[in-house]
């Protein structure tokens, strides 16, 4: 168990529609990274945020949104989905200076 | 930006015997390695990591060993066991100060064979 919690852990909606994911760091680590994982494309950095504030972008597209909250639990916002956003997304934390990420169970997203 | 290379995409080894993963990076900047292990239905544990002011770390069964001139670094496990099955990912990041995301090698199944 790393420390890292993320809800729900299965997610099915329809094509169109919006959700919200949810995750909380280790205790202590201010820094949350957002991963994307599919067959097709692997794993893939979305956006990180340090102590409230977005510090690096990767490959997340405009219709997918984070923000990370004063008590340090991020969320991972994604609009009109489609099908291709079928994945699994990981949230990471880390201390902050220190580069070691730590990853959650992840949610499962299926988009039908 | 970085490209993380890793081979092979499967492994198999006999329990006991020894494997060797490796990957190869782009972006001479990049000065954090970490490797993950990802078991079924669960998420990337860090296993090991190194950084570019070392050429090589241990940790009891597993190793890294990393050669900046080249741009690779290599993941090795000896004295293999059942629960080392798993697929195995390799990274990279260009701000080992941990203000970056991690960008990934496409993973390794490996399979320890009874």
Known sequence: DSGVTQTPKHLITATGQRVTLRC????????????????????????????????????????FSAQQFP???????????????????????????APEQYFGPGTRLTVT | GENVEQHPSTLSVQEGDSAVIKCTYSDSASNYFPWYKQELGKGPQL??????????????R????????????????TETQPEDSAVYFCAASTRGGGAD?????????LIIQP
């Open chain 1, 71 to 97: 008590d340090l639990h991020s969320e991972l916002n994604l609009s009109s989905l489609e099908l291709g956003d079928s994945a699994l997304y990981f949230c990471a934390s880390s201390v902050g200076p």
């Open chain 2, 62 to 77: 597993i190793a890294v060993t990393l050669n900046k001139t080249a741009k690779h670094f290599s993941l090795h496990i």
């Open chain 2, 101 to 109: 995301g991690l960008t990934f090698g496409k993973g390794t199944h």
């Open chain 2, 47 to 60: 296993i090991i990591d190194i950084r570019s002011n070392v050429g090589e770390k241990k940790d009891q």
């Open chain 1, 24 to 63: 909380s760091p280790r205790s202590g680590d201010l820094s949350v990274y957002w991963y994307q994982q599919s067959l097709d494309q692997g794993l893939q950095f979305l956006i990180q945020y340090y102590n409230g504030e977005e510090r690096a972008k990767g490959n997340i597209l405009e219709r």
